[in-house]
């Protein structure tokens, strides 16, 4: 069973350029969580998904930071007119259902560096 | 609002010396509590969890034990290796929330 899987790994690019994220869940997880780590610190949460549905978003910036989880394909996070302060590292994590007893299964990671 | 502190790195070992990064937290109700390791350039590892208070979490020769009258879960182990080198995230979940809220970290090192 391949665990989370996301691509790119390593992304690079330049101010106002647009980043997309992928991010393929565990075979059987319905959940999927956005976490961004800031050199030298710890994660925090962004968005949280199930299929075609946002549940809880309240880490997401205002402003363009979005994301989605369609009934086919990966869950993206896109991130528009990329700023030097967008650079980090993006995991995504995944869970089979939502409860306290739950594990999140974490991605390697993409690291987004704009230049 | 829930948070988690932990004790300040890089943290550094000779190989077999007894290990304990200290963690608390602060939070509503009865959370679980985690604990996350990661490896250079990779993602976080569950290294082992515990859900109600004085539960013993244990995996790899790592022990940590839930405690609600210090809001502590300290991670321990006996005797490190030089593989054990990596960052350690404690952590915590309630049960009105899916998401998990991380402490900063603490960089581990061990010296052979």
């Known amino acids: 069973n391949a665990g989370v899987m996301q691509n790119p790994r390593h992304l690079v690019r330049r101010r106002g350029q647009e980043a997309r994220l992928r991010c393929s869940p565990m075979?059987?997880?319905?959940?999927v969580y956005w976490y961004r780590q800031l050199p030298e610190e710890g994660l925090k949460f962004m968005v949280y998904?199930?299929?075609?549905?946002?549940?809880?978003e309240s880490g997401m910036p205002k402003e363009r930071f979005s994301a989605e989880f369609p009934k086919e394909g990966p869950s993206i996070l896109r991130i528009q007119q990329v700023v030097r302060g967008d650079s980090a590292a993006y995991f995504c994590?995944?869970?089979?259902?939502?409860?306290?007893?739950?594990?999140?299964?974490f991605g390697p990671g993409t690291r987004l560096t704009v230049l | 609002g829930n948070s988690v502190t932990q004790m300040e790195g890089p943290v550094t070992l000779s190989e077999e010396a007894f290990l304990t990064i200290n963690c608390t937290y602060t939070?509503?109700?009865?959370?679980?509590l985690f604990w996350y390791v990661q490896y250079p350039g990779e993602g976080l590892q569950l290294l082992l969890k515990a859900t109600k208070a004085d539960d013993k979490g244990s995996n790899k020769g790592f022990e940590a034990t839930y405690r609600k009258e210090t809001t502590s879960f300290h991670l321990e182990k006996g005797s490190v290796q030089v593989s054990d080198s990596a960052v350690y995230f404690c952590?915590?979940?309630?049960?009105?929330?899916?998401?998990?809220?991380f402490g900063s970290g603490t960089r581990l090192s061990i010296r052979p």
């Open positions: 952590a915590l979940r309630t049960s009105s929330a899916s998401k998990i809220i």
């Open positions: 939070a509503t109700g009865y959370p679980s």
């Open positions: 998904l199930q299929k075609e549905n946002i549940i809880d």
């Open positions: 994590a995944s869970s089979p259902f939502r409860g306290i007893e739950d594990t999140q299964y």
């Open positions: 075979k059987g997880h319905s959940h």
